[in-house]
């Protein structure tokens, strides 16, 4: 899975096989080592969500971790789809948004 961040956006690629994995077993997560210790490190992940309410995507941030979570229905339609794209809004701190993209990297080859 790859993740990009620019400005207020944050967009996760993903293989096909990453959404076959996704969609048997509702986690995708990615460890970045940043340095020597193991808590410098990165870990970012995409996770249905069983308590989400609404049909748009929603990304929480603590202690190195960046988790998209998807409502499950949302995120089973997608994943069994030829839908290619998840897209959402998120509203966060200081009347600011992030753009959330979650997509199928279909030409993926690695």
Known sequence: ???????????????????????QNGRLETIVSLGPSV???LIYALQRDENATGSTPSVSYTSGRVVVRLPITVADAWASSDEVSLSGIVEVADNQV?????????????
């Open 39 to 41: 808590s410098d490190r």
């Open 98 to 110: 992030v753009h959330i993209l979650v997509e199928k990297d279909l030409g993926c080859k690695h």
């Open 1 to 23: 899975m790859k993740l990009r961040i620019e400005d207020n956006s944050l967009r996760l690629r993903l293989s096909s096989e990453e959404v076959t994995d996704f969609q």
